[in-house]
């Protein structure tokens, strides 16, 4: 193993190959002008960026963004921020927001770890969610998974006290280490109750394939864990 691999520094994300579709590349195209946050290793005036305050949630690695859309059409008030790193689902969610008339979302197309540690204020989010990140479901690769006790201690430091942070897993596994994790992390109480998982909040909506996965009879695990 040489020294770079040694020293590597974690990712929020593994970059895959995609092409966008026409909708996803019209979206980007036509959104990120109002919508996109370019990262410049800067910290963001979060409420300049949306034109107003209002509660402050951050989603890292929203996918094809269809359930932040949604979470952000039911709660106009609030002010969503999204990072993902794929180029279609950024497209994806764009397009999604102008389909359904959203305009509370901003969205950094980025290694999330660097925009955490470069444009996020300390103390400045009430809302931290990551749902259903990468399982790295081999025991050799588990290290490569984002919840590790450095990572949850740069989110509790952007979080404010009483902010929440929100996963959600449907890899059992991974669901045991991000209690574990969490369970031991200074700074944080678990809202359901010392070792137990949270029954899904309404705010968080079903996405298709947890629905297929509940036919299946799949599980799926929400901690929801609060900065003291």
């Given at each position: 193993?040489?020294?770079?691999?040694?020293?590597?520094?974690?990712?929020?994300?593994?970059l895959?190959?995609?092409?966008?579709t026409?909708?996803?590349?019209?979206?980007?195209?036509?959104?990120?002008?109002?919508?996109?946050?370019?990262?410049?290793?800067?910290?963001?005036?979060?409420?300049?960026?949306?034109?107003?305050?209002?509660?402050?949630?951050?989603?890292i690695g929203?996918?094809?963004?269809?359930?932040?859309?949604?979470?952000?059409?039911?709660?106009?008030?609030?002010?969503?921020?999204?990072?993902?790193?794929?180029?279609?689902?950024?497209?994806?969610?764009?397009?999604?927001?102008?389909?359904?008339?959203?305009?509370?979302?901003r969205?950094?197309?980025?290694?999330?770890?660097?925009?955490?540690?470069?444009?996020?204020?300390?103390?400045?989010?009430?809302?931290?969610?990551?749902?259903?990140?990468?399982?790295?479901?081999?025991?050799?690769?588990?290290k490569?998974?984002?919840?590790?006790?450095?990572?949850?201690?740069?989110?509790?430091?952007?979080?404010?006290?009483?902010?929440?942070?929100?996963?959600?897993?449907?890899?059992?596994?991974?669901?045991?280490?991000?209690?574990?994790?969490?369970?031991?992390?200074?700074?944080?109480?678990n809202?359901?109750?010392?070792?137990?998982?949270?029954?899904?909040?309404?705010?968080?909506?079903?996405?298709?394939?947890?629905?297929?996965?509940?036919?299946?009879?799949?599980?799926?695990?929400?901690?929801?864990?609060?900065?003291?």
């Amino acid at each position: 193993m040489s020294e770079s691999e040694k020293h590597r520094p974690i990712r929020s994300f593994v970059l895959r190959a995609g092409r966008m579709t026409p909708a996803q590349q019209r979206g980007y195209d036509e959104g990120w002008t109002q919508f996109g946050l370019d990262y410049d290793g800067k910290r963001l005036n979060i409420d300049e960026a949306f034109g107003r305050s209002g509660r402050r949630v951050l989603e890292i690695g929203f996918g094809m963004g269809q359930s932040l859309v949604e979470m952000a059409a039911a709660d106009s008030e609030a002010n969503f921020i999204g990072i993902e790193v794929h180029r279609p689902g950024v497209g994806k969610l764009l397009h999604g927001m102008e389909e359904q008339g959203v305009s509370n979302i901003r969205v950094y197309c980025h290694d999330a770890v660097e925009v955490l540690e470069h444009c996020i204020a300390s103390d400045s989010l009430d809302c931290v969610q990551i749902f259903f990140p990468d399982p790295w479901h081999k025991k050799r690769h588990h290290k490569r998974r984002l919840i590790q006790p450095a990572f949850v201690e740069l989110l509790r430091s952007r979080l404010r006290v009483g902010g929440v942070l929100h996963l959600a897993t449907d890899w059992e596994n991974y669901a045991e280490q991000m209690m574990e994790v969490l369970s031991d992390a200074p700074g944080f109480e678990n809202t359901a109750g010392a070792g137990h998982y949270a029954p899904r909040p309404e705010s968080r909506p079903l996405t298709k394939f947890e629905r297929r996965g509940e036919r299946l009879g799949h599980g799926v695990w929400d901690l929801l864990f609060t900065r003291t």
